[in-house]
């Protein structure tokens, strides 16, 4: 897909978050136990913000050649692409559970993710954080958390 056609996918993810802000707001109130002024003031706004700023960079990433300083000389070059990581886990927190989520998952649709491969799984950590974490066919994980959730 071209660039300018994620950039156009990513923005109109964030101008629905965005219309949608109030609903968005209560639910991730709701989910995090937190007032709607902080989840509408904060949450909602930034996870809007996070697919306009990978709708920007996706139209700076166009697999080119960048020149470097007395590198043709040298046999050197340097060039940008993109480069799948593998199966991704994002185990989002209960404090901020959206906006971290849209901060794992932006940059995975800017990258060009086919159709049917995100999958959102919810429930307690001690079960599907647990899973994720420790299934093989995981590549990297995303994970925000104290030292002590990390270890448990």
Do not use: Q, W
Request: some cysteine.
């Amino acid at each position: 897909m071209a660039p300018n056609d994620r950039a156009s996918i990513l923005l109109r993810v964030a101008e629905g978050i965005t219309k949608r802000e109030r609903e968005f707001a209560e639910m991730e109130a709701r989910d995090a136990g937190k007032p709607i002024a902080e989840t509408r003031g904060f949450d909602i706004r930034f996870s809007a913000y996070a697919f306009k700023y990978f709708a920007g960079i996706s139209r700076e990433v166009r697999r080119e050649v960048i020149p470097m300083k007395n590198g043709v000389a040298r046999g050197l070059f340097d060039f940008t692409t993109y480069e799948p990581y593998g199966v991704a886990a994002v185990i989002s927190p209960f404090n901020y559970p959206l906006h971290l989520l849209t901060r794992s998952l932006a940059p995975a649709l800017e990258a060009g993710v086919p159709a049917g491969v995100v999958n959102i799984i919810s429930g307690a950590g001690p079960v599907c954080g647990e899973a994720l974490a420790s299934d093989e066919d995981v590549d990297v994980i995303a994970f925000t958390g104290s030292e002590e959730v990390e270890g448990a």
